[in-house]
C-alpha cells in the first residue's frame, strides 16, 4: 500500500479543462489521506447544486442548447440540428437513427450523440450506459482489430463475429459503423462522425489516437466544444501513461490485490473483469458532470479516467490504515474482526455454497440451536465473540460438516428462521433466473439478430418505479454502415461504393 499512498503523477491541477476524474485526496486529521473523485469544475465555474441538466445561463457559442447542439462544421457543408431520436437537417430532409424505437418515453441523453472508439470493456461499457440513457452511440470499429468479437464465449459454441457473448455483453445500444482506421479515407470519415457527435469515448493506449489524427487536440478543432473521454489503465499523464494494462494488471497496482486472499498467503487477483467494468461506470459519470458543466458553459471538455485510481477507490480502508498508522491491512480472506463464524460453506451439489455472518452471542446461540448442536452455545471456546475469533478454525470446521449434508435453500431457510444471518452464493445461472430481478427488470431479455433471444442486464436503478427499458441487441459488424455514412454523413453513393472497394469501409 506504500507505493499507492506515495505514488503521485505529474498532473498539474487546474490546468485548462483537461482533468483527471480520479486524482483527489481528502486531507484531514495528521495528514491522512483516501481515495475519492476530484469535485472541483474548472477555476471560475459554478459549482452546480443539483446534477441535472438544463438550459445555459449563459448563451452557448453555438447559439443553441448546449445538449442538442448544431456542429461547428458539419459534413458536405450541411448544418444539422439534432431532436430527441432523429437527427433533423435544415434544409427540410430528415435522417431517422433506425435504431430508435418510437413511443419511446424520453431518456435523460436524448438528443446526443456519442462515437464510441471503445476497445474490450471499459471505454464500451461507459458508451453502452450512456446509449441506455438515451444517448445515440456510434460504435467505430474496425475489421483489423477485433478483440472481443473473436472471444469466446460464443451463443450455441460456433464461432462467428456477431455471436461474441464477450462483446454482445457490453455494446448493445449501439449503432456499428466499420472503418479501417489505417486508411487515409476511413480517418476522414472518422472525423465526419466527431463533427457530427458531442461526445467522444476511447480507451487505446496512450498515444494511438494522436498519431490516427484523432486526438484531442485535434479533435477539438473539429468539434470545439466536444467531451473527449479518454480512458486509460494509469490515465494519459504521469510516468506511467505509455503503459498498458488489463484487469490483472490494474488489480496488482491499484493495491486491491494486495488485500484479497487469505492469511499467510499470496495476494490474490480478484476473478472477473471488475477494474475494466468499475472505470467504465467512473467514465459514465465523467461524462455527466462534462455535459453538465456544457450545459452550463458551453465549453467541451478533455476528462481522463484511470482504471487504477478508479480500482483503489475500492479500499478506502487499507489506504487510510496505512496513511494513519503506517500499517498494511491484512488478509483475511472471507473473515471479518468483529464477527465468527463469518464465511462461506459448502452444501449438497457441485460448487454450492452458503454464506453464514454471526455477529453477536445471541446469534450464535440461535446458531447452535437451528443446527442441533446446542453444547456449541456452551463450549469454551465459542461462548463469547472474543473466543470465537480466537478459535475460528475450529467453529469453521463444525459448521462445514453441518452444512455439507444440506441443500443451499434448506440451509437459508433454517437459519433465516432461526434469525441467523445467512445467505447463498448464486451463480450466474441462479442470478439470471432470480425471480427478484427479474420482476424488478434488472434481468430483461433481447433479441440478437444472429445469436438470438438472451437474457442481459438492466441499469440497477428505476426512476419513480420505471427502469430503463429500451434496451437493444448488440450490433452485427458494420450493421449501420449505410445509416451512418449515406444519411448521417450524406456520403454519395458513388463515394460509398469507392470507400467500399478501397476497403476504408469495412
Known sequence: M????????????????????????????????????????????????????QAPRTPHPHGCHALAVVPACAPHGTAYCRGPARLARLDGGRAVNPSTSSGQAQLPLQGIRVADFGQVIAAPVTAQMLGWLGAEVILVETESRFTTRVWPPFADGEFGINQSGGFNLVNGNKL??????????????????????????ENYATGVMENLGLGYDEVKKLRPDIIYMSLGAFGRSGPFKNLTGFHSVINLFSGLAAVTGYPGTHPRIMGGLIPDAFAGCYGVLAVLEALYHRSRTGE??????????????????AVTEYSLTGKEQPKTGNRDE??????????????????????????????????ANPGWADDARFVTLAARLENQDALETLVQQWTAGQ?????????????VPAAPVSDSAEVLADPHLTERGFVAHVEHPVAG???????????????????????????????????????????????VATGAIG
Request: glycine share 8%; proline share 7%.
Open 2 to 53: 506504500d507505493h499507492v499512498a506515495h505514488r503521485r503523477g505529474n498532473r498539474p491541477p487546474g490546468a485548462g479543462t483537461r482533468r483527471s476524474l480520479f486524482s483527489g485526496i481528502l486531507s484531514g486529521a495528521d495528514d491522512g489521506v483516501a481515495p475519492c473523485c476530484r469535485a472541483g469544475l474548472p477555476p471560475g465555474t459554478h459549482q452546480p447544486r443539483r446534477p441535472e441538466f
Open 176 to 201: 456499428s459503423c466499420s472503418l479501417d482506421l489505417r486508411l487515409p479515407d476511413a480517418r476522414e470519415l472518422a472525423k465526419g462522425i466527431i463533427r457530427v457527435s458531442d461526445v467522444l469515448v
Open 453 to 499: 433471444r438472451r437474457p442481459v442486464l438492466s441499469l440497477p436503478w428505476a426512476a419513480d418505479g420505471h427502469r430503463v427499458d429500451d434496451l437493444r441487441p448488440a450490433p452485427t459488424f458494420g450493421q449501420h454502415n449505410q445509416w451512418v455514412l449515406r444519411e448521417l454523413l450524406q456520403v454519395s453513393d458513388e463515394e460509398y461504393e469507392r470507400l
Open 300 to 317: 467541451g471538455q478533455f476528462v481522463e479516467v484511470s482504471m487504477t485510481e478508479a480500482l483503489t477507490g475500492m479500499i478506502p480502508e
Open 338 to 371: 468483529r464477527k465468527a463464524p463469518h464465511g462461506v460453506f459448502r452444501c449438497l451439489g457441485e460448487e454450492k455454497w452458503v454464506a453464514v455472518s454471526v455477529e453477536t452471542d445471541a446469534q450464535f446461540r440461535a446458531l447452535a440451536q437451528a443446527t
Open 407 to 419: 441443500k443451499v435453500a434448506e440451509v437459508v431457510a433454517i437459519l433465516q428462521a432461526a434469525g
